[in-house]
């Protein structure tokens, strides 16, 4: 079976822009979640959604945005991009809510 | 508090020894402990997760030590091998958000 994918694998953006970023999740999978993972740290957690809810929000601006399509799939949107927000950003899928967390390979943006 | 701290930061062992990472965390309501391993440009792999109310868990070489009194959880690597050489995530996934709090990741370093 087909791993958690994501799309684009690398994007480069200037600050104020604005990207989307896409997850599709392992099949069967009914839980979307997105971290930030800034180079040498741990992933933050951004957004958690399952059954195409909101169950989740961290600690980050309103600027970024997310939602999950009737298929789970899911788009992550930051609007007026930043310097610091360049990262690897995160899709993960699991089961259920609570249910172990399994990660795509990442975008990698960079902002200029 | 939903911190996770991770030592050491970094970690050297030779082929064949074993290798051991720490975490602590002081939230009592966390769910459940993964470790995570993660190569340069991908995203983390979920090695192994363990309950609370389980004290040890084995999977291959790799083995959870969890001590709920201490809220402490270590990760073994037995007959640690060069291919093991990556970065290593502890976490804790907090149900009430759906998110995992990850520590702050050791880089390890298995030399033949």
């Known amino acids: 079976d087909a791993g958690v994918t994501q799309s684009p694998t690398h994007l480069i953006k200037t600050r104020g822009q604005q990207v989307t970023l896409r997850c599709s999740p392992i099949?069967?999978?009914?839980?979307v979640s997105w971290y930030q993972q800034v180079l040498g740290q741990g992933p933050q957690f951004i957004f958690q959604?399952?059954?195409?809810?909101?169950?989740g929000r961290g600690n980050f601006p309103d600027r970024f945005s997310a939602r999950q399509f009737p298929n789970y799939s899911s788009e992550l949107n930051v609007n007026a991009l930043l310097l610091g927000d360049s990262a690897l950003y995160l899709c993960?899928?699991?089961?259920?809510?609570?249910?172990?967390?399994?990660f795509g390979n990442g975008t990698r943006l960079t902002v200029t | 508090q939903q911190q996770v701290k991770q030592s050491p930061q970094s970690l050297i062992v030779q082929k064949g020894g074993i290798s051991i990472i720490n975490c602590a965390y002081e939230?009592?309501?966390?769910?459940?402990f993964p470790w995570y391993q993660q190569f340069p440009g991908k995203g983390p792999a979920l090695l192994i997760a363990?309950?609370?109310?389980?004290s040890e868990k084995k999977e291959g070489r790799f083995t959870i030590s969890f001590n709920k009194s201490a809220k402490q959880f270590s990760l073994h690597i037995m007959d640690s091998q060069p291919g093991d050489s990556a970065t290593y995530f502890c976490?804790?996934?907090?149900?009430?958000?759906?998110?995992?709090?990850f520590g702050q990741g050791t880089e390890l370093s298995v030399k033949p």
């Open positions: 993960a899928s699991s089961l259920q809510g609570n249910s172990p967390l399994h």
């Open positions: 099949s069967g999978h009914k839980s």
């Open positions: 959604y399952y059954e195409k809810e909101e169950r």
């Open positions: 939230n009592t309501a966390f769910d459940y």
């Open positions: 363990i309950r609370p109310d389980v």
């Open positions: 976490a804790a996934f907090y149900n009430q958000g759906g998110k995992l709090i």
